[in-house]
């Protein structure tokens, strides 16, 4: 759950823009609510469904071919096989290009900050400059042999 910083009371509060739910305190003093409740339900293990991520980022991969381009949100962990794993659906022939960044051909087997694409989000936050316009782009060139798709 997200939380935020009130303007009205400068008091730290859930990000609920659909209303409270289990767990979630009032906004407000209120008599009916017990504090002492343990463990959110949200903190549970049992309820975790697959394995979470360190940071997730966004990068807009382009077919220099077609000049299409694609944004994906990735995980820290994701090595370049597995972000191509997941971009087959949007070019099954994606196996026929050299993935590159800045010219530097890409190791498949290695992350984005294995192979030098830094995630500058915390940085551009500082800098309050926006995320969207500064996503890294991975280019795609045709190395000429389709692959089955």
């Given at each position: ?38 463990q959110p339900w949200w903190k549970d293990r049992r309820y975790e469904v ?49 993935w590159k960044h800045q010219g530097q051909i890409l190791d498949m087997r ?40």
């Amino acid at each position: 759950i997200l939380k935020f910083v009130d303007p009205l009371t400068c008091c730290e509060r859930y990000y609920t823009p659909r209303g409270r739910f289990v767990h979630v305190p009032p906004n407000g003093p209120c008599s009916d609510w017990d504090s002492d409740i343990g463990q959110p339900w949200w903190k549970d293990r049992r309820y975790e469904v697959g394995l979470l991520s360190a940071k997730t980022r966004w990068i807009r991969i382009l077919n220099t071919l077609t000049s299409q381009e694609q944004l994906l949100e990735v995980c820290s962990e994701e090595t370049l096989e597995e972000i191509l794993q997941r971009f087959l659906r949007f070019n099954s022939h994606a196996r026929s290009y050299t993935w590159k960044h800045q010219g530097q051909i890409l190791d498949m087997r290695k992350t984005l900050a294995e192979n030098g694409i830094m995630d500058d989000d915390l940085e551009l936050d500082q800098l309050r400059l926006d995320r969207d316009i500064f996503i890294p782009t991975i280019l795609l060139n045709f190395n000429d042999d389709l692959t089955e798709g």
